[in-house]
T-cell receptor, first 111, second 114 residues
């Protein structure tokens, strides 16, 4: 079964770049890696998705090495409103269609 | 285009009662996923359904829990004879085509079992 690990928490200051890594060994070879943001009492909100190398959109970048055993979400110039829990989501590789969320990283942005 | 809708947003049940949670996917989406989030914990996969079919239910408890996604109407997650340990937030997500597409999440249903 796929296993995912993320740092439990991170603190950052406004305007800094934040990098959050998710380790995910044994994931499905043909599926994407997706990152979500979750605020208290809300559903996860899609941030970015990628398969390999680097993907960038208007809010974040995603770096995925060739072995796909990890992925790094990069948030440029964070603000107070980026304080949230961030999760990676991967597909299990065991021949099922089961999805595995990372353990979640609680990001706190300080003024 | 409306997002994923879930109702009710909050549901209170007494032990032994049944809970029915509904999920309407985004328009044009035929794949639905249910996840459970216990208080202060991460999200756990429960079941993946396509129209009229259960594709993977490996994350769903074998007793008391069932899910369906009929040809017409919303997906339903049903919990029979609820216990206090079922208290959690239940999130539904949908995707357009194959399961490799991005999953978009609803606001969740918060179930409280008294």
């Amino acid at each position: 079964l796929a296993k995912t690990t993320q740092p439990i928490s991170m603190d950052s200051y406004e305007g800094q770049e934040v990098n959050i890594t998710c380790s995910h060994n044994n994931i499905a070879t043909n599926d994407y890696i997706t990152w979500y943001q979750q605020f208290p009492s809300q559903g996860p909100r899609f941030i970015i998705q990628g398969y390999k190398t680097k993907v960038t959109n208007e809010v974040a970048s995603l770096f995925i090495p060739a072995d796909r055993k990890s992925s790094t979400l990069s948030l440029p110039r964070v603000s107070l409103s980026d304080t949230a829990v961030y999760y990676c989501l991967v597909a299990d590789t065991s021949g099922t269609y089961k999805y595995i969320f990372g353990t979640g990283t609680r990001l706190k942005v300080l003024a | 285009n409306a997002g994923v809708m879930q109702n009710p947003r909050h549901l209170v049940r007494r032990r032994g009662q049944e809970a029915r949670l509904r999920c309407s996917p985004m328009k044009g989406h035929s794949h639905v996923y249910w996840y459970r989030q216990l208080p202060e914990e991460g999200l756990k996969f429960m079941v993946y359904l396509q129209k009229e079919n259960i594709i993977d239910e490996s994350g769903m408890p074998k007793e008391r829990f069932s899910a369906e996604f009929p040809k017409e109407g919303p997906s339903i997650l049903r919990i029979q004879q609820v216990v206090r340990g079922d208290s959690a937030a239940y999130f539904c997500a949908s995707s357009p085509r194959v399961n490799t597409d991005t999953q978009y999440f609803g606001p969740g249903t918060r179930l409280t079992v008294l």
